[in-house]
């Protein structure tokens, strides 16, 4: 495997209405790493070729000079280890350990208490059974989130830019921000109850969306649309299978 000051040769397998595989595509762009792109095809069967990278049929899988990676969160940490950057300090860094230990704690706490609440949430009938899904999302932001955001700078830890907090977490954060401008997919007050009552997670979320590696080939009305789609044929599903 090369060292990190040489170029390797990269091609990222993903999908771009992908959160997961969204993760990769920041991480590389926020190390400035060029890297061949192959779109997956998830609205048909995996091919045998794709099996073969990736036996289990996800979306990321990266070729870094030859070698197979999946796993979005570990993808994104290999990336940030073997090239170091502005992301995160190494182990043997002064301080590494402490600061990756506060972004694994961020990341395992944005993952572990908010993800299950916003997907129940998307899928939740429009009306009260949204909006009060909505806000349990709030409570959650308010209550494990916004004390960790507290010194965000605007980025996790009085950093000025990105670290590996927002990569691993950025591509969530940016489709609920565009998801609550359709009601099918998000309650609207959502946005406005994060700004009153999380103005850490706010100030936060509203400085990751902006960022250019978070936006490389990001379409949100697109997305959007798809996930509405989505949705409504796991709903069609769940009532047929009642
Ligand atoms: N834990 C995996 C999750 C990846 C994942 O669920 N990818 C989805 C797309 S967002 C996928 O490839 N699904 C296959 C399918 O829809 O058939 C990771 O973090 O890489």
């Known amino acids: 495997m090369s060292s990190s000051t040489e170029s390797p040769k990269i091609t990222l397998y993903t999908s771009y209405a992908c959160p997961w595989a969204h993760r990769s595509q920041i991480a590389l762009r926020e190390l400035a790493l060029p890297f061949d792109t192959v779109i997956v095809d998830l609205s048909v069967p995996r091919t045998p ?25 570990i993808v994104s940490q290999f990336l940030v280890d073997t090239h170091p950057s502005h992301l995160e300090k190494a182990s043997t860094d002064e301080g590494g350990p402490l600061q990756r230990a506060r972004i694994n704690f961020f990341v395992d706490t944005f993952i572990g208490k908010l993800l299950g609440l916003y997907m129940a949430t998307l899928k939740a009938e429009v009306g009260q059974e949204k909006e009060g899904a909505g806000r349990a999302i709030v409570d959650a932001v308010v209550k494990e989130l916004e004390p960790l955001l507290g010194d965000a700078g605007p980025f996790f830890g009085g950093s000025d830019r990105l670290t590996l907090a927002e990569v691993q977490t950025a591509s969530f954060v ?15 007050s959502l946005l406005t109850s994060l700004e009153a009552k999380a103005p850490n997670f706010w100030k936060w979320a509203t400085a990751v969306v902006k960022e250019d590696s978070v936006n490389y080939k990001w379409d949100a009305k ?13 709903r069609k599903e769940a009532a047929a299978a009642k």
């Open 49 to 73: 070729e794709y099996l073969a990278i990736n036996p289990r049929g996800l979306v990321p899988a990266l070729s870094y000079n030859g070698i197979i990676l999946t796993e979005s969160a």
């Open 174 to 188: 940016t489709r609920m921000l565009s998801f609550a401008e359709y009601e099918a997919l998000l309650p609207k």
């Open 222 to 234: 697109a997305v959007s649309e798809r996930t509405i789609e989505r949705t409504e044929k796991l």
